[in-house]
């Protein structure tokens, strides 16, 4: 693999400034995903006609394609990461809501009442109670979303070499050179296994008391 | 000039319905590869899901695997695979059948598995072989998640195959691409209304079929 690691210099940065660009545009969207999806997924429990409205919503948002969406933005926010990021946000948005909602619905209603008996307001039952019960569900829906928004910025070369390491799939072709669109390819691919270990490690940590078993699952 | 003005003036057209670029054959050829796509995944995840929920075992080689593959970016993948076997339809199957595999494998051994175990054990209690409790009992019951899963990995096929225009493929993504590369926001816009439209008609299929073909029974129970 010849020129693997020879990053052509068109491009923004070298390879570890690509990796770095790539998370930032990958997660900075899952993190804005999950700072909304928290106050809706608990409005969607308060309020439980809310659920199927906004599940409607976020299905036919989810049901939009990434290359479609990102063109529609360039006339709002022009071929800038900001372009990427929208959609990837409101996909996260999208995986979380649910993912939420069925972790902070699974709280036994006991625990929910002996809070409550222990003289807990809404919010630090909230806090305490509901959405550390709720962590593995939310972990999950992050690893979905988390790897999902990884794979999905490579599309952003499309609309002015904003897609990081997806960058390198154009140079591949314009240069004649595969080794570096098979780099993009393993590069993101790694990027996205390691972020999802990571979170399953944050579960673990933010759990101590589940079972220690099945902590790779 | 707002998004619904390009749509209109795109889909006003008469030029649009027309012959090799017009919406009837761009819509055929993205049905024909989502359908393509999503069957040859099924037909990998669903009896590998199936029989590996049954078992109850492997589920986390299932995960690793199903991770895995969703770590694999889609659009990386079809300009690699078109780099390394040039033009044809191969490389567009193996990103999108990549793309629909987990969510159909993980649904399917995660519904399986989480069957009742009540019914499963009368059934083999009644000497039901094991093939026939999977058939017969395990799999009306798990339906709708199955079929939950299937729908996932559709609806996000039918949103990708839009990238199968880029190694010069048709379907409703020259569109999109096209309608890049001329500044012609029309037609961009006019591609993304359609395939919305496509991804809503699945998810209207689909709700069909879970009315048709899950059992009364298992509905009233879920």
Same mark, same amino acid.
């Given at each position: ?217 | ?23 009837? +054959? ?56 078109? +780099? ?77 195959? +839009? ?38 008609? +699945? ?20």
């Amino acid at each position: 693999m010849n020129g693997f690691f020879d990053i052509p210099s068109d491009l923004q940065y070298g390879y570890f400034g690509l990796i770095g660009l790539h998370l930032r545009e990958a997660l900075l969207p899952v993190l804005a995903g999950l700072l909304v999806a928290l106050p809706v997924a608990q409005l969607c429990v308060r309020f439980r006609w809310l659920y199927a409205p906004v599940f409607g919503v976020t299905t036919v948002l989810y049901a939009v394609p990434s290359l479609a969406f990102f063109v529609l933005l360039i006339d709002y926010t022009g071929m800038t990461e900001t372009t990427v990021m929208i959609p990837l946000a409101v996909y996260s948005l999208v995986v979380l809501v649910p993912a939420i909602v069925d972790g902070v619905r699974s709280v036994p209603p006991e625990t929910l009442a002996a809070a409550t008996a222990m003289g807990l307001g809404p919010v630090r039952r909230y806090l305490q109670v509901q959405l550390p019960i709720a962590v593995p569900a939310i972990i999950a829906g992050l690893r979905v979303a988390a790897v999902s928004s990884i794979s999905l910025v490579s599309i952003g070369m499309l609309i002015g070499n904003q897609g990081a390491l997806g960058n390198l799939l154009n140079d591949a072709q314009i240069y004649h050179r595969p080794p570096l669109a098979v780099n993009s390819v393993l590069t993101t691919a790694v990027l996205g296994i390691l972020v999802d270990a990571a979170l399953v490690l944050v579960r673990a940590l933010l759990t101590p008391w589940m079972p220690r078993k099945g902590v790779t699952r | 000039m707002n998004v619904f003005d390009f749509a209109h003036a795109f889909f006003g057209d008469g030029a649009h319905w027309h012959g090799q670029d017009g919406i009837p +054959t761009r819509f055929g050829e993205h049905i024909l590869y989502s359908l393509e796509a999503v069957g040859i995944a099924a037909a990998i995840g669903l009896p590998v899901g199936l029989v590996t929920g049954h078992h109850g075992r492997g589920g986390n080689a299932l995960a690793s695997i199903a991770t895995a593959a969703r770590a694999l970016p889609t659009f990386g993948l079809l300009v690699l695979m078109f +780099t390394w076997l040039g033009f044809g339809l191969l490389p567009v199957m193996i990103p999108l059948v990549a793309l629909a595999v987990p969510p159909i494998l993980v649904t399917s051994y995660e519904a399986v598995r989480s069957v009742d175990p009540p019914p499963v054990d009368a059934a083999r209690g009644m000497g039901m072989p094991e093939a026939r409790i999977l058939l017969q009992v395990e799999l009306p019951v798990a339906l709708p998640l199955i079929l939950s899963g299937l729908r996932t990995a559709a609806i996000q096929v039918v949103s990708t195959a +839009t990238i199968a225009a880029y190694v010069s493929f048709g379907g409703l993504g020259r569109y999109i691409i096209d309608g890049l590369a001329q500044r012609d926001y029309e037609k961009v816009v006019g591609g993304a209304t359609l395939v919305v439209g496509m991804a809503l008609a +699945t998810l209207g299929v689909f709700w069909a079929v879970s009315r048709i073909a899950v059992s009364p029974g298992v509905r009233r129970s879920g």
